[in-house]
């Protein structure tokens, strides 16, 4: 293996023995190296292999713009992130939360502040993850002195999801958060509440919603040919049940699926519950 570019002591572009450029990482790797030297594997903690060499010499031009204490800090935080999850992130995280962090003191320093909308959904959905965020601005903010905001542990925990699930699971996840959180909203504006997402009720239904929303990305919803309790409840809760149509309705037009009698029959069930607490 072959040094191409020292970036820093840590940091190396190399050429492996199928003549691919990758980037690789260890303490001390790059320490008084040049390029054409042979690397001392032995030292590598980590290679990121990208596509193309084009993308390898964007995420060169990246890390030599970042400063190496952000550098530090991110290896940091990822090396807290895998000793929590039992090792599960995938390498490349290195890559797109530096990149991140780097970005998000960007705009810290500008006073620029983005809304994490999905704020609640990843605190309630992957409470490990958020936990690890919320570590990572803490650390971020001790060790640089500033104050980045809650929305930012939110926005480095989709980072360490995303680190251990492959491209098309990570779709149906984010795809699942924003139809719960759209769902929610439904009810709210149907009947003017605001929902006390500390509640029984709401952690009930929101279970329930999670598996609903795998079912129908499955292709296995819950049917049933006896409809005696669901024509109860259209005569007992029209209002509950006119929104979990409209619920019905939403999953049409984002699945295209439509769902089954007894699945709108749970819906309103637990319609019934918050809005009625």
Known sequence: MQIVKVMNNSLILARDE?????????????????AGEELDTEKI???FVLKNETDTREYV????????EYIEITNDIIGYANE???????????ITLVDHISYALTRYEKNITIQNRLLWELKKFYPKEFEIGKYAVE???NKLSVKLPEEEAGNIAFHVVNAQTDEA???NTMLTIRMLKDIFNIIQYNFGITIDKDSLNYSRFLT?????VQRLLDDRMIESKENFIFEQMIKEYPKEVKCARLIGDYVKKVLNKEISNEELLYLTIHIVRIVQK
């Open 208 to 212: 329930h919603l999670q598996f609903f």
């Open 45 to 47: 903690e980590k290679i």
């Open 169 to 171: 699971e990570m779709q």
């Open 84 to 94: 929590k999850l039992g090792g599960k992130l995938n390498d490349q995280i290195f």
């Open 61 to 68: 031009k990246l890390i030599e713009e970042t400063p190496s």
């Open 139 to 141: 650390y971020i903010n």
């Open 18 to 34: 199928n003549d691919k450029e990758i980037v690789v990482m260890g303490k001390g790797l790059g320490f008084k190296r040049k």
